[in-house]
């Protein structure tokens, strides 16, 4: 079955330290997204991206960093600017570069990220 | 900037209940709206869309229809089961690079 591989579940970060979330799909989709969820907030983006070698920042991406080598992979890093790392992070993906907003999008089951 | 409103929960119903959760929003443009589902420990799920005015949209007995007068998309279920405790996520989107704008999340809650 196509989806969207999130991992690992649950990842612990010591102060100072980078870590990398690890999202791949096998949906053959060209856009992909990260959010961050937070308690009472909802889902906030991070960056995103519509095609190889090409990203965006969202609405909260001081702290963290991605790249898109590959059209099936969006690795997350969380580096040790981000200050308030503790969230559940959420990748995603859509067919056709994002361009038709009409489309859903597809969500991993996240990975859940607590500072030490 | 877009945005959406939706009611805060929890929402506590007993099973065979009719459930509502309000969802307003305020966007330049003319949005697609959808409503996702997330279960706990779980991404997002895809509950029903819409995407123009006076569209319904409707999934596993959910129903929301897209009521640009009032800038509403309310989520309603006749009769609710256990099985629907989750939390549900009012969602629009308008532009070109298919981001996703977020409400808060209602968290409902149905007990036996």
């Known amino acids: 079955d196509g989806g969207i591989t999130q991992s690992p579940k649950y990842l612990f970060r010591k102060e100072g330290q980078n870590v990398t979330l690890s999202c791949e799909q096998n949906l053959n989709h060209d856009a992909m997204y990260w959010y961050r969820q937070d308690p009472g907030q909802g889902l906030r983006l991070i960056y995103y991206?519509?095609?190889?070698?090409?990203?965006q920042k969202g609405d909260i991406a001081e702290g963290y960093s991605v790249s898109r080598e590959k059209k099936e992979s969006f690795p997350l890093t969380v580096t040790s600017a981000q200050k308030n790392p503790t969230a559940f992070y959420l990748c995603?993906?859509?067919?056709?570069?994002?361009?038709?907003?009409?489309?859903?999008?597809?969500f991993g089951d996240g990975t859940r990220l607590s500072i030490l | 900037g877009d945005s959406v409103t939706q009611m805060e929960g929890p929402v506590t119903l007993s099973e065979e209940a009719f459930l509502t959760i309000n969802c307003t929003y305020t966007a330049t443009g003319y949005p697609s709206l959808f409503w996702y589902v997330q279960y706990p420990g779980e991404g997002l799920q895809l509950l029903l869309k819409a995407t123009k005015a006076d569209d319904k949209g409707s999934n596993k007995g959910f129903e929301a229809t897209y009521r640009k007068e009032t800038t509403s998309f309310h989520l309603e279920k006749g009769s609710v089961q256990v099985s629907d405790s989750a939390v549900y996520f009012c969602?629009?989107?308008?532009?070109?690079?298919?981001?996703?704008?977020f409400g808060a999340g209602t968290q409902v809650v149905v007990t036996p």
């Open positions: 991206s519509q095609i190889v070698n090409d990203f």
């Open positions: 969602a629009l989107s308008t532009d070109s690079w298919g981001k996703l704008q």
């Open positions: 995603a993906s859509l067919p056709g570069q994002g361009k038709n907003s009409n489309q859903p999008q597809h």
